[in-house]
């Protein structure tokens, strides 16, 4: 029998997690939420939603249980540990994880899940805050089909479009080598960025060549105009979390005994710039370290 949607519990507030669950809210799904650190679900009070004060009153409340969360070690937590929102009756609601947690990580919490009776789907997000503002975040759902179906109405509340990736995991597949991708365009951009002006050509030069010419991507317009400003404060996405994505990505190469050298340098060069002091900033301002 297929779950219901009438009631949905959101875990976990943060840059992504507050305007995500804004919009469930907006698009009239009962929504309970709750976060690690309190007063952040006040906001969202105001529009509709009720705060829960565990992860486990939370679900208890819910049909379904959304969690996005800074990683897999959060989210095993936030799920089994204390008051843990899989520590209850879940038999019948359906867990669906936004977070990025690698697969192997959304493999081992669906056995969990399903031997306590529940479903499971993961559902990384692609994008930044400004995206998940505006509901224009691309999901990438894996897990049972009929399940990621039933889910699309959720889905199309936070993101312009819903890719089926296939079985469970494979979301967090997709999303790991997505943003392996991504590591290479932000080292590339950086370090030729630094050359250019190196060579004489001037700051809006180079930047407007990558923004506009042949290469461009949403991500290098999104930042065009910090870039410019050397606005690397306030950040939508820290560099700490970009060497997290890439050690994901290592991870995978290792599991499937495919190293892949260019990518490897670029964690490096990600690792570099965190180790002097540029983790907690926007992940543009890796440029500092050349």
Same mark, same amino acid.
């Given at each position: 029998?297929?779950?219901?949607?009438?009631?949905?519990?959101?875990?976990? !507030?943060?840059?992504?997690?507050?305007?995500?669950? %804004?919009?469930?809210?907006?698009?009239?799904?009962? !929504?309970?939420?709750?976060?690690?650190?309190?007063?952040?679900?006040?906001?969202?009070?105001?529009?509709?939603?009720?705060?829960?004060?565990?992860? %486990?009153?939370?679900?208890?409340?819910?049909?379904?249980?959304?969690?996005?969360?800074?990683?897999?070690?959060?989210?095993?937590?936030?799920?089994?540990?204390?008051?843990?929102?899989?520590?209850?009756?879940?038999?019948? /609601?359906?867990?669906?994880?936004?977070?990025?947690?690698?697969?192997?990580?959304? %493999?081992?919490?669906?056995?969990?899940?399903?031997?306590?009776?529940?479903?499971?789907?993961?559902?990384?997000?692609?994008?930044?805050?400004?995206?998940?503002?505006?509901?224009?975040?691309?999901?990438?759902?894996?897990?049972?089909?009929?399940?990621?179906?039933?889910?699309?109405?959720?889905?199309?509340?936070?993101? /312009? %479009?819903?890719?089926?990736?296939?079985?469970?995991?494979?979301?967090?597949?997709? /999303?790991?080598?997505?943003?392996?991708?991504?590591?290479?365009?932000?080292?590339?951009?950086?370090?030729?960025?630094?050359?250019?002006?190196?060579?004489?050509?001037?700051?809006?030069?180079?930047?407007?060549?990558?923004?506009?010419?042949?290469?461009?991507?949403?991500?290098?317009?999104? /930042?065009?105009?910090?870039?410019?400003?050397?606005?690397?404060?306030?950040?939508?996405?820290?560099?700490? !979390?970009?060497?997290?994505?890439?050690?994901?990505?290592?991870?995978?190469?290792?599991?499937?005994?495919?190293?892949?050298?260019?990518?490897?340098?670029?964690?490096?060069?990600?690792?570099?710039?965190?180790?002097?002091?540029?983790?907690?900033?926007?992940?543009?301002?890796?440029?500092?370290?050349?």
């Amino acid at each position: 029998m297929a779950f219901p949607l009438s009631r949905i519990a959101f875990l976990g !507030l943060g840059t992504m997690g507050e305007p995500m669950a %804004r919009n469930l809210v907006q698009a009239g799904f009962p !929504l309970h939420v709750w976060n690690r650190s309190p007063g952040r679900g006040e906001a969202l009070v105001a529009v509709g939603a009720k705060v829960a004060a565990t992860p %486990r009153l939370a679900a208890a409340e819910a049909d379904v249980i959304v969690t996005m969360l800074t990683g897999a070690d959060a989210v095993d937590q936030v799920l089994f540990g204390a008051e843990g929102a899989a520590t209850g009756d879940v038999a019948g /609601k359906c867990f669906v994880d936004c977070s990025t947690s690698g697969p192997r990580s959304a %493999r081992s919490v669906s056995e969990r899940l399903v031997a306590a009776g529940a479903r499971y789907v993961d559902a990384p997000v692609s994008g930044t805050r400004g995206p998940a503002e505006r509901g224009e975040l691309v999901v990438l759902a894996g897990g049972d089909a009929s399940d990621v179906e039933r889910l699309l109405p959720l889905f199309q509340a936070i993101g /312009k %479009r819903v890719v089926q990736t296939g079985p469970v995991g494979s979301g967090h597949t997709l /999303k790991v080598i997505l943003n392996g991708l991504g590591a290479q365009h932000l080292v590339a951009f950086a370090s030729l960025l630094r050359l250019g002006e190196r060579a004489g050509l001037s700051r809006e030069v180079v930047v407007e060549a990558f923004t506009e010419g042949a290469f461009a991507t949403p991500a290098y317009r999104g /930042k065009r105009e910090r870039v410019l400003a050397h606005q690397y404060e306030g950040a939508d996405f820290v560099l700490d !979390l970009v060497l997290r994505d890439a050690d994901l990505c290592v991870e995978l190469q290792d599991e499937l005994g495919m190293p892949l050298p260019v990518h490897r340098a670029a964690r490096s060069e990600i690792e570099r710039a965190v180790a002097a002091g540029l983790g907690a900033l926007d992940l543009f301002a890796i440029e500092r370290a050349y």
